[in-house]
């Protein structure tokens, strides 16, 4: 077993020391790469369960599953708003990770490894995360909620036969709820929401007496489930309103509150005596049917429901309940439920992106361009930026080191990094930081990823990072704080260059030698005048120089070799 990150980079980390960490060591060059015949894992670290898939890579594309593993970890159990993960519940995840990479390691996989919104809204998720890579070797990835949405979305592609068809797809977990309508592998929309089935069930009926008598229970129960319907309906409209113009042609549901309620359906009406067999379906009639009877019966006492899984009975309500809102503000009569979800998703993703090379980066340029051409009011100065930014990366490479992930991040945050002249021009540069953070459009980044996008993007002007006045940025590790200083540095300059919204420039070369760097710059047309952009460059390369520590200075070859730059002082 080795782990893997496709394109994605590595992060310091503690030394693993366990028999796990051993192993993931022993393969660490190992990539996840799609070639066919490989076996690769994917593993979905979820709120309430853990998923694993073990597949091996086909030459016709896609993959053929060897096993899957589940575990009832609860990760986000007790948590009240997820702000922070448990003892109990880390060494559970813990414990359940290291036995799923044990039979990744039996089939020799390269493993993925993503985690959803218990993870990622925990204020102690890295002590979680460290936790797992000293005693197992495994990276995880933390994503986003439209992310997972995007991932899913391709793990029920792979599944059933709705590629041709737009498609409007409903996916509930322990703590939050994905929705996408997507056509073919393009998504339309996506939103995700801070609702799942064991967040309501802690905020709404955790407090039931379960020694309570039947009727006064389920009393209870009524009324607790119509506090949460109002709660869920304040939620869910909103997104039902912004998404009302897409129509589509084909409803489906996915992960395991919704397959286990068209279980019990199924059960209930004699279509499927086993869960696993078929393609199960989900009518709004079948499902109000199901949300009574689990509202009049206690807890207690819904394992003998017919189809319901044992593990869920105290949280399967609140996701009955969700899912039956959702149906009803959305105008779902019938739900298809996909046996593939986030897990085949990851796989299929990194197994793309393993064989092209290129289909990752080719979703986040284009969200990135979009987003640009949206809010930027002159998007192609960002385009611009991006070429110098690119070309002085490339020139610079024997100084930073970095790679093509780096690469692709710089490009990145130059095509956005002016998209908070939206909202104003005064204080722009933080504005375009919480667009690019919480952005529905960026999908293909994790979360690790799009807090350094934003960076990079919020430090192309004003002040310098800094660790005492900035606080997302003092969160940053150390390797992280200078890669966001190096590539800022890089995008600074390359704004300046463009400092006239003219594409003055055409050529840009670097020399390095004991003096420091050189900066040499070409204009478009022989003969004119770079003092601007000249003067810009160098009034914005000071954090490079620090980043980079060597002096730096901008020279003009406007006629072929004049020079108007001066050294700039460290």
């Given at each position: 077993?080795?782990?893997?990150?496709?394109?994605?980079?590595?992060?310091?980390?503690?030394?693993?020391?366990?028999?796990?960490?051993?192993?993931?060591?022993?393969?660490?060059?190992?990539?996840?790469?799609?070639?066919?015949?490989?076996?690769?894992?994917?593993?979905?670290?979820?709120?309430?369960?853990?998923?694993?898939?073990?597949?091996?890579?086909?030459?016709?594309?896609?993959?053929?599953?060897i096993?899957?593993?589940?575990?009832?970890?609860?990760?986000?159990?007790?948590?009240?708003?997820?702000?922070?993960?448990?003892?109990?519940?880390?060494?559970?995840?813990?414990?359940?990770?290291?036995?799923?990479?044990?039979?990744?390691?039996?089939?020799?996989?390269?493993?993925?490894?993503?985690?959803?919104?218990?993870?990622?809204?925990?204020?102690?998720?890295?002590?979680?995360?460290d936790?797992?890579?000293?005693?197992?070797?495994?990276?995880?990835?933390?994503?986003?909620?439209?992310?997972?949405?995007?991932?899913?979305?391709?793990?029920?592609?792979?599944?059933?036969?709705?590629?041709?068809?737009?498609?409007?797809?409903?996916?509930?977990?322990?703590?939050?709820?994905?929705?996408?309508?997507?056509?073919?592998?393009?998504?339309?929309?996506?939103?995700?929401?801070?609702?799942?089935?064991?967040?309501?069930?802690?905020?709404?009926f955790?407090e039931?007496?379960?020694?309570?008598?039947?009727?006064?229970?389920?009393?209870?129960?009524?009324?607790?489930?119509?506090?949460?319907?109002?709660?869920?309906?304040?939620?869910?409209?909103?997104?039902a309103?912004?998404?009302?113009?897409?129509?589509?042609?084909?409803?489906?549901?996915?992960?395991?509150?919704?397959?286990?309620?068209a279980?019990?359906?199924?059960?209930?009406?004699?279509?499927?005596?086993?869960?696993?067999?078929?393609?199960?379906?989900?009518?709004?009639?079948?499902?109000?049917?199901?949300?009574?009877?689990?509202?009049?019966?206690?807890?207690?006492?819904?394992?003998?429901?017919?189809?319901?899984?044992?593990?869920?009975?105290?949280?399967?309500?609140?996701?009955?309940?969700?899912?039956?809102?959702?149906?009803?503000?959305?105008?779902?009569?019938?739900?298809?439920?996909?046996?593939?979800?986030?897990?085949?998703?990851?796989?299929?993703d990194?197994?793309?992106?393993?064989?092209?090379?290129?289909?990752?980066?080719?979703?986040?340029?284009?969200?990135?361009?979009?987003?640009?051409?949206?809010?930027?009011?002159?998007?192609?100065?960002?385009?611009?930026?991006?070429?110098?930014?690119?070309?002085?990366?490339?020139?610079?490479?024997?100084?930073?080191?970095?790679?093509s992930?780096?690469?692709?991040?710089?490009?990145?945050?130059a095509?956005?990094h002016?998209?908070?002249?939206?909202?104003?021009?005064?204080?722009?540069?933080?504005?375009?930081?919480?667009?690019v953070?919480?952005?529905?459009?960026?999908?293909?980044?994790?979360?690790?990823?799009?807090?350094?996008?934003?960076?990079?993007?919020?430090?192309?002007?004003?002040?310098?990072?800094?660790?005492?006045?900035?606080?997302?940025?003092?969160?940053?590790?150390?390797?992280?704080?200078?890669?966001?200083?190096?590539?800022?540095?890089?995008?600074?300059?390359?704004?300046?260059?463009?400092?006239?919204?003219n594409?003055?420039?055409?050529?840009?070369?670097?020399?390095?030698?004991?003096?420091?760097?050189?900066?040499m710059?070409?204009?478009?047309?022989?003969?004119?005048?770079?003092?601007?952009?000249?003067?810009?460059?160098?009034?914005?390369?000071?954090?490079?120089?620090?980043?980079?520590?060597?002096?730096?200075?901008?020279?003009?070859?406007?006629?072929?070799?004049?020079?108007?730059?001066?050294?700039?002082?460290?």
């Amino acid at each position: 077993m080795s782990t893997s990150e496709g394109s994605f980079p590595p992060s310091p980390s503690s030394n693993p020391t366990t028999s796990a960490g051993a192993i993931a060591r022993s393969r660490s060059g190992s990539e996840l790469t799609g070639r066919p015949g490989q076996v690769v894992a994917a593993i979905d670290i979820g709120t309430n369960s853990f998923h694993m898939v073990v597949a091996r890579a086909l030459a016709s594309g896609g993959f053929d599953i060897i096993t899957t593993e589940k575990e009832s970890v609860r990760l986000g159990e007790g948590a009240g708003e997820m702000k922070r993960l448990s003892e109990q519940a880390m060494e559970r995840g813990v414990a359940a990770l290291t036995r799923m990479l044990l039979v990744a390691d039996s089939h020799e996989a390269t493993v993925a490894a993503v985690a959803t919104s218990a993870v990622r809204e925990a204020d102690n998720r890295q002590e979680f995360l460290d936790r797992v890579l000293e005693q197992t070797g495994l990276k995880i990835e933390v994503i986003s909620g439209v992310e997972e949405a995007r991932l899913i979305h391709l793990g029920v592609l792979q599944a059933l036969p709705v590629f041709d068809q737009r498609l409007f797809m409903i996916d509930i977990g322990g703590g939050s709820t994905e929705f996408l309508v997507g056509e073919g592998e393009q998504v339309l929309a996506a939103r995700s929401i801070k609702l799942g089935a064991i967040r309501l069930t802690d905020m709404f009926f955790a407090e039931i007496d379960r020694e309570q008598s039947g009727r006064k229970q389920a009393k209870e129960q009524a009324k607790a489930a119509s506090r949460c319907r109002k709660h869920i309906r304040n939620m869910v409209t909103p997104v039902a309103n912004d998404l009302a113009s897409l129509d589509h042609a084909v409803v489906i549901g996915c992960s395991g509150t919704i397959t286990n309620l068209a279980a019990m359906a199924a059960a209930r009406s004699g279509t499927v005596d086993d869960a696993g067999a078929g393609t199960l379906t989900l009518t709004a009639d079948e499902l109000d049917e199901l949300v009574q009877l689990l509202i009049e019966t206690p807890k207690g006492e819904r394992s003998a429901i017919p189809g319901l899984d044992g593990k869920r009975e105290d949280i399967i309500l609140a996701g009955a309940l969700l899912l039956q809102v959702a149906f009803k503000l959305f105008n779902v009569q019938t739900l298809t439920v996909s046996p593939f979800a986030l897990r085949e998703g990851v796989l299929y993703d990194r197994l793309e992106t393993g064989m092209s090379g290129r289909r990752l980066a080719d979703l986040r340029r284009s969200n990135a361009w979009r987003l640009a051409h949206q809010l930027d009011p002159d998007a192609v100065h960002a385009e611009t930026c991006a070429k110098h930014a690119l070309r002085l990366f490339d020139e610079t490479a024997d100084l930073h080191r970095f790679g093509s992930w780096e690469r692709q991040l710089l490009e990145m945050a130059a095509l956005v990094h002016n998209v908070g002249l939206f909202l104003s021009h005064a204080a722009h540069h933080k504005h375009t930081y919480y667009i690019v953070r919480n952005s529905e459009q960026l999908t293909g980044f994790t979360d690790r990823e799009l807090e350094l996008l934003a960076m990079v993007a919020r430090y192309h002007r004003k002040s310098h990072p800094s660790v005492k006045k900035h606080q997302e940025f003092a969160r940053l590790d150390d390797a992280d704080r200078h890669r966001v200083r190096v590539l800022a540095g890089l995008l600074r300059v390359a704004i300046g260059l463009d400092r006239g919204h003219n594409r003055a420039i055409s050529q840009i070369s670097v020399g390095h030698d004991d003096d420091g760097l050189e900066i040499m710059v070409a204009p478009r047309n022989i003969g004119s005048d770079l003092a601007l952009e000249v003067f810009a460059a160098e009034e914005r390369s000071q954090l490079l120089s620090a980043a980079l520590d060597v002096p730096i200075r901008i020279v003009a070859d406007d006629d072929g070799g004049s020079d108007s730059g001066a050294r700039v002082k460290n």
